[in-house]
């Protein structure tokens, strides 16, 4: 797996991945940046987020569970002293179908968190405290 990150200016770089996707990414205001992109911190947010997320759909749909939508809401918090590095995330899962089986749902959450996520796995061993939580939301009919 490879990436390249190339400076444009000041804070900013564009990303690029080893799968050729693109992203802008800028530091903020105090160090020149002009927000023209997510934040390196807020990319590791979507990260363990959409890593997990991939996890979790994936098992539900082996378990031929009816998903709708699917949303996370990752909540850091940072180290108040440099390195400012993660030192709690929070993944909240909010997902939505008709007729869901709640123990799908925690089950897909618990292996996702335990087994399959590398993201969130690394982190916990780097000595982040990642814990995980859902909200099952029965979706309207057609």
Partial sequence: MQARVKWIENAAFVGETGSSHGVV??????????????????????????CSAVDVLHILKK???????????????????EPKVFTDIH?????SGRGLNVNHVKRAVELSAD???????????GGVNVTHSYEVVEADNP
């Fill in 63 to 81: 378990a031929r569970q009816p998903v709708t939508d699917c949303h996370v809401e990752v909540d850091g918090q940072r180290a108040e002293t």
């Fill in 115 to 125: 087994k399959y996520c590398s993201a969130s796995i690394m982190l916990k061993r």
């Fill in 91 to 95: 993944l909240k899962f909010v997902i």
């Fill in 25 to 50: 990414i800028d530091g903020p205001a105090e160090i020149g940046g002009r927000n023209l992109g997510a934040r390196p911190m807020e990319l590791m947010l979507l990260s363990v987020g959409s």
